[in-house]
């Protein structure tokens, strides 16, 4: 089955406490991309990958990390979670390079941050 | 960034009432997309749209592309409580170089009351 998979679903963690939220899919597809969705903000994109080991930020990139390695995994890393960092985190991934095809999302991660 | 603007945020309806939400730009797109977001769950693609003026229809749901390519519309006829969730629009920008990714509207969380 066609799928974007992201773990954990849920995390509660700390300020300051490194963690990685890690994204899948096999499609194949070359753009990868997370997004932040919050109340009244709808969905801000925080970096995308357009290929291996190409990767650039999105509209709110500050206190995040992304690598591109593999075709199929994108994580996000936060060096140091603060509690503006909670949110609902998709990840999502696009079949041509330029990210302005149909998007794939994966099932969300739901971060809080104490 | 590109600023897509989406309203109503909010919009409650008795079932089988009619439902509308628009999305509008400053700027020409290239694109827009509509996606659905079912409460607790991820945005699934509906449908895209790139001609200027473009109508499509999926059953109850027309969705339309403004003549300038500016703006955009969903229309769901006679909701049923299966169209609760949140809409969103996505864009992408004529005028952007490379036009990377999309720009998703605010979204518009539509209640329907049984």
């Given amino acids: 089955e066609a799928q974007v998979t992201q773990n954990p679903r849920y995390l509660i963690t700390v300020t300051g406490k490194k963690l990685t939220v890690t994204c899948s899919q096999n499609m194949n597809h070359e753009y990868m991309s997370w997004y932040r969705q919050d109340p009244g903000l709808g969905l801000r ?66 971060l809080t941050v104490l | 960034g590109q600023q897509v603007m989406q309203i109503p945020q909010y919009q409650h309806v008795q079932e089988g009432e009619d439902f509308t939400t628009y999305c509008n730009s400053s700027t020409t797109l290239s694109n827009i997309q509509w996606y659905k977001q079912r409460p607790g769950g991820h945005p699934v693609f509906l449908i895209q749209l790139v001609k200027s003026g473009e109508v499509k229809k999926q059953k109850r749901l027309t969705f339309q592309f403004g003549e300038a390519k500016k703006n955009s519309s969903l229309h769901i006829t006679a909701t049923q409580t299966t169209d609760v969730g949140t809409y969103f629009c996505a864009a992408a920008s004529f005028d952007q170089t490379g036009a990377n990714n999309l720009f998703f509207g605010t979204g518009t969380r539509l209640t329907v009351i049984p």
Avoid: H, W
């Avoid at chain 1, 925080?46 to 290929?51: A, E, P, T, V």
């Fill in chain 1, 45 to 110: 994109q925080i970096y995308y990958s357009m290929n291996v080991e190409v990767t650039d930020k999105g509209d709110v990139p500050e206190g995040y990390k992304v690598s591109r390695k593999e075709k199929r995994n994108f994580p996000l890393i936060l060096e140091s979670p603060s509690p503006n960092q909670t949110s609902l985190y998709f990840c999502a991934s696009s079949s041509t390079k330029r990210g302005t095809d149909t998007q794939y999302f994966g099932p969300g991660t739901r």
